[in-house]
Nanobody, 123 residues
Framework: QVQLVESGGGLVQPGGSLRLSCAASGASGSIFRLYDMGWYRQAPGNQRELVAVITSESSTNYAGFVKGRFTISRDNAKNTVYLQVNSLKPEDTAVYYC??????????????WGQGTQVTVSS
């Protein structure tokens, strides 16, 4: 069982920046590095959507709306994944969720979610 705890959200003005963190516990570092880690977001009335993913091999993929503004990274020594969000816009306002996903060689799927951290972009 892996527990994910997000932090770093808050209220920021348009054009501002935040650094979101997601700390994983319940898994050793040797296990954490096997997980693909993702950030998702959900605004009121909207479905949850993918923001960015970093694989176990540290390959990254971003949603189109990110457009170079966000950067996902991971520190396997700290069991933590980060999302640097820059040039924030009001439409980035949402609850941001961390996800850990792993498919083993035996085809066993592991999928965990954090509780989310609120990001509000407003002047």
């Amino acid at each position: 069982q892996v527990q994910l705890v997000e932090s770093g959200g808050g209220l920021v003005q348009p054009g501002g920046s935040l650094r979101l963190s997601c700390a994983a516990s319940g898994a050793s570092g040797s296990i954490f590095r096997l997980y693909d880690m993702g950030w998702y977001r959900q605004a009121p009335g909207n479905q949850r959507e993918l923001v960015a993913v970093i694989t176990s091999e540290s390959s990254t993929n971003y949603a189109g709306f990110v457009k170079g503004r966000f950067t996902i990274s991971r520190d396997n020594a700290k069991n933590t994944v980060y999302l640097q969000v820059n040039s924030l816009k009001p439409e980035d306002t949402a609850v941001y969720y961390c996800n850990a996903n792993r498919l083993t060689m035996m085809r066993v799927q592991y999928d965990y979610w954090g509780q989310g951290t609120q990001v509000t972009v407003s002047s």
